[in-house]
């Protein structure tokens, strides 16, 4: 079955993710991006699961508001996610650290958003 143009930059966003994670540029987990934050070398972008919890976006929205770091709330879930990313359990967060990557990211999720728009 041919894959829909939402369902082929969703893919795409969670490969960008995904080659993020080889390549070391990634954070994960709610507490570890909430810490990495206040560091000099702050990531470049914080990236939220769709099923998190209100006190957790409130808590990662603030936090990134605060620090000035760019935020998104993905359309896919803390399981899907952890899945991308080679991981066991689900996740909540994660935050790029490389500025080249997280371009490659933002290029995905605009993707993604022009097929949700349409």
Avoid: W
Avoid at 81 to 99: H, N
Wanted: net charge positive; glycine share 4%; aromatic share 4%.
């Amino acid at each position: 079955m041919p894959m829909n143009k939402a369902d082929a930059a969703r893919q795409k966003l969670l490969s960008g993710l995904g080659l993020c994670a080889k390549a070391r540029a990634l954070i994960f987990g709610t507490p570890m991006v909430c810490e990495s934050l206040r560091e000099k070398n702050k990531p470049h972008l914080v990236l939220e699961s769709s099923d998190t919890s209100a006190a957790t976006h409130k808590k990662i929205s603030d936090k990134c508001n605060f620090y000035q770091v760019q935020y998104v709330r993905l359309p896919v879930t803390g399981e899907e996610l952890a899945a991308a990313l080679g991981k066991t359990s689900t996740l909540a967060a994660v935050a790029v650290r490389d500025e080249n990557l997280c371009r490659v990211v933002k290029a995905a999720l605009d993707a993604l958003n022009e097929t949700t728009e349409q």
